[in-house]
């Protein structure tokens, strides 16, 4: 019985992650990760990480700790995983449609922790 090129396609990825991981390894041990908060703030309530990490951590410093830590990931992960199934079930048409209103409300919301953030501090 031959063998197939799925299970040595497989063994194949299998080895490369594992270098891949030990060369991220590596390389996080040899950098150090500065992420902490702006000179020019006085002093910090709570921690920011930097880029785009920062608006999230500001959406949730505003919810309740069990609404930001458990319900709004689960939620969120569940809607991603789900919307191709929705798209299939609801169509094309509709599927686009909900993409783009949870799209807009996503940034939406971004936009006015951002400018909350900025104005009223």
Known sequence: MARSPIKHLIEKEGIASIFFVFFCMALALEFTASVGTSNQAPSASHAVAPWIFGPFQILLL????WLGA?????V???GLAGLPWLVKYLGEKSGERIFSLFF??????LIWFMVKEVWWT
């Open 76 to 78: 969120i992960i569940a």
């Open 70 to 74: 458990l319900i709004l990931p689960i």
């Open 62 to 65: 505003y919810l309740p700790p």
């Open 104 to 109: 807009s409300v996503v940034i939406v919301l």
